[in-house]
Every structure is written in C-alpha cells, then in structure tokens.
C-alpha cells in the first residue's frame, strides 16, 4: 500500500515529444505503478458526427487495451452527444479492462451504473451547455444530493471516485461521502503557464498527499497531454491518469495505438526517472 510519505518526484518540464532532460535519484523506491485510463468519448464524437457506426469506440477501446491501457473511461452524458447508451452495454459485455464510467451525479444515471455495474463510476459536474466538464464537483456542498447516489453505487458493488479540485475541502467531503476514489481536475494545470502552472501543480502535489493521509486513492486527469503529464505522473500518490481529447487527437497522426504507447512510455519515464527540482 501507497503512502504520503512515498516520495514526491519532479519532471522537469518536458517538450511536446515528452520529457526533455530528467536526473534519477537512485535511492529512490520504485513508484508503484500508474495506471492509464483511455477516455474513448472523443472517438463516438467523430462518429455520431455523422451518425451511423463509424469509427466504434469498442473497437478504440480493444487497441487501447493492446496499446497498454489499465483501463477505459466513457462518459454516458445527459445528451448523448459522444457515448450513447448502447456503448456502455457493449463494453460493459465485451471489455477484459476495468470499466470506468463517468456519469453525473443524476438519478438517470444511477439507475444505468447500477444496472451495469461497471468496475468504476467517476461522478463529475456536468452542464448541459458546457464542451468539456468544467471545473470539479462540489462534493462539500452537494453533500445530501451525492450521499445516498455514492452508498447505492458502492451497495452494486461498483468502486466511487469523485472528479473534484485539488481542494482540501473536497477531500474531506469524499471521505465523509464514503467515496474511496477522487479524480484530481489536471485542467487548470494544462492550460496555465509559468509560475501560475507550477503553482496549480504544487496546489496537486499537496492534494495527493493529503489523499495518502486521508486513506483516498487518488487518480488525475483532463487536458493532459505528452508535455502536461510528466509531472502528475511523478506524483507518488497518484495511481491512476484518465487521458481522452489529446490521445484521441494524436491518434489522427501517428495512430491510437502509436499514441497510447508513447504516453505510457512517457509516465513510465516520469515515474521511474523523476527528479528533483
Ligand atoms: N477525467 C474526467 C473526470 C473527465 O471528465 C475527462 C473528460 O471527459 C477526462 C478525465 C479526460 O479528459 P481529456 O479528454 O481532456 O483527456
């Protein structure tokens, strides 16, 4: 078992192609494993663009899991505007990784987890006009809408995580909602630059920790890309990245599978070689 007392290690800022220069601390212990959750979302956009069947997420998710993958994360949303309904029970029905299924925090929804059961449910803020899930959960202040949803997907048996901010209180409030998973909001991180980047990173540095002594295992994502996620990748209490937009991009370059590897590659680098500031 993880701990906040593992070490914190820092990549230095890495180019578009990944880590440029990184300097290894060889008394450090090995990190355990990062797990890399592929966010398939992006390929059923491409897809319902123009209706029909192509390009099908199953199978983006069968070369994620060829590619290296630990899993495959879906987002069921309140329109259906990438994954419908009928994704979620063909990968539910043919998937060997874990499904985790991102979903608002809505009785819809509920009923369709635990209908499933997938191996995960991220709950995450969702508005209907909004592009991308903008900003984390308010766990604190949705505490008695979230309570019973996080007990009756805990009671199917399906492992909670909340997607929130890198904000104490909201660490407290999924430990007092009964979650065992938060999901660390990397978006902010992505799109700042500078100091204001380093700051948010160490804003995420501290929040993990605080996980590690909260007993949460914690898990990051959104806006990552092979530049942004170096240095979440080398922080020790992170266990598992959630990536989609920027794979699903690539992938129109060099291929799904090519862009997977190279992002593992890339947080294997970050774990094993990461480096003091
Ligand atoms: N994690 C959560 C909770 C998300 O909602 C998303 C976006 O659906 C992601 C990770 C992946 O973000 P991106 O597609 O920007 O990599």
Request: hydrophobic share 40%.
């Amino acid at each position: 078992m993880w701990s906040a007392d593992l070490p914190v290690r820092i990549m230095i800022m890495s180019g578009p192609k990944g880590p440029r220069s990184t300097k290894s601390s060889s008394q450090m212990p090995p990190l355990p494993h990062l797990r890399l959750g592929v966010n398939i979302d992006h390929v059923a956009t491409v897809r319902n663009a123009r209706g029909g069947t192509l390009p099908d997420p199953v199978r983006a998710a069968r070369i994620a899991e060829a590619a290296g993958a630990d899993g495959i994360t879906a987002h069921l949303r309140e329109d259906r505007r990438h994954i419908v309904d009928g994704d979620i029970e063909t990968l539910v029905r043919e998937l060997k990784l874990p499904l985790n299924f991102e979903m608002a925090a809505t009785e819809e929804m509920v009923g369709i987890a635990t209908r499933h059961r997938p191996h995960a449910a991220c709950i995450v803020p969702e508005k209907r006009e909004e592009r991308t899930t903008e900003g984390g959960l308010d766990a604190a202040g949705q505490h008695n809408h979230l309570k019973p949803m996080v007990a009756r997907l805990r009671d199917a048996g399906i492992r909670v995580s909340l997607f929130i901010e890198a904000d104490p209180r909201q660490l407290e409030a999924a430990v007092t909602l009964g979650a065992p998973v938060v999901e660390l909001h990397t978006g902010r991180y992505c799109e700042l630059e500078g100091k204001a980047k380093a700051a948010e990173l160490e804003r995420l540095r501290k929040a993990a920790s605080l996980c590690g002594r909260l007993g949460l295992e914690c898990h990051a994502g959104h806006g990552l890309s092979y530049a942004d996620v170096g240095p979440v990748a080398a922080i020790a209490q992170v266990r598992e990245l959630n990536i989609g937009h920027f794979l699903v991009g690539e992938a129109i370059f060099v291929g799904l599978a090519e862009a997977i590897r190279e992002m593992r590659r890339i947080m294997d680098a970050a774990r094993t070689e990461g480096a003091a500031p």
